[in-house]
């Protein structure tokens, strides 16, 4: 597995949906100065790739004959992040209630993530100053050498409450049907046998229950900044 360069800092998020992950790394990563890569958007593009093309979700063969098909190309710029399939623009796409409701099955195909893995772990390879990758499996199986890990956790309710917060005005916000759609997608990817979501061994938990977005902001670059400090 190649490295980045010994002065770049690699910065591993995990955690289960909602938890603020994206957020969080984007932020972090803009203040830093570093790379952000979302792996979360990888799944979710390959889904989409596999419903448009007529791939039965449900069907783990048909998936894993067909993974290494879709081109998905992701730009790491914090301030914009891009992810494309095939040269084309799947940032809207990829945010459907469909691909969300399909992505923990096809996220769970040991092909779809032996390439996703590879693909990720080159983009972090290619981040000269460094970069902050979130996901479910990234301090685990990812990036196991990571300077830091990061498991950021909070409760279901507080999760389901940011979540509506978003869904308002554009699709359904019945708070306990979002709670159990959270809940049911973490059970799956945490059970899943292939690099299921997990905090590794090694990683800082925080939970964000009661932090607002700029606490767990600013919590993240103290831990990142300390880090750096540690290795002069
Ligand atoms: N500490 C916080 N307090 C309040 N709202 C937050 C906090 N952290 C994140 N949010 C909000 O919660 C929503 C979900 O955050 P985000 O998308 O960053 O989570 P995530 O862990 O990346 O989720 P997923 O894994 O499902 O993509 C966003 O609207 C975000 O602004
Ligand atoms: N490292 C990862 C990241 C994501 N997944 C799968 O993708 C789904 C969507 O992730 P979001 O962060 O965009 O919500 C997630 O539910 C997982 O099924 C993954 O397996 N590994």
């Given at each position: 597995m190649e490295t980045a360069a010994p002065s770049a800092v690699i910065v591993a998020i995990d955690g289960p949906s909602g938890t603020g992950k994206s957020s969080t790394s984007k932020a972090v990563a803009a203040k830093l100065g570093l790379r952000y890569l979302d792996t979360g958007a990888q799944y979710r593009a390959i889904t989409w790739w596999m419903i448009t093309n007529g791939i039965?979700?449900?069907?783990p063969h048909a998936i894993a004959v067909a993974a290494g098909k879709p081109g998905i190309v992701s730009g790491t710029d914090p301030a914009a992040p891009t992810i494309t399939v095939d040269g084309l623009d799947a940032s809207v796409p990829i945010r459907t209630q469909e691909v969300t409701s399909k992505v923990s099955a096809v996220s769970a195909v040991p092909e779809v993530r032996t390439l996703i893995t590879e693909l990720q772990r080159s983009i972090a390879a290619s981040a000269e100053g460094g970069i902050v990758v979130e996901g479910r499996d990234i301090g685990t199986t990812?990036?196991?050498?990571?300077?830091l890990k990061i498991f950021l956790t909070a409760s279901p309710e507080a999760r389901a409450a940011r979540r509506s917060g978003e869904l308002r005005g554009k699709e359904a916000t019945d708070l306990a049907a979002t709670k159990d759609a959270l809940i049911k997608r973490d059970a799956a990817d945490s059970g899943?046998?292939?690099?299921?979501?997990a905090k590794a061994g090694d990683a800082v938990e925080v939970?964000?229950?009661?932090?607002?977005l700029d606490q767990v902001i600013e919590c993240v670059v103290t831990l990142v900044e300390e880090k750096r400090a540690g290795r002069q």
């Open positions: 039965d979700t449900d069907d990812v990036l196991p050498d990571a300077d899943r046998k292939t690099s299921p979501l939970d964000t229950t009661e932090l607002t």
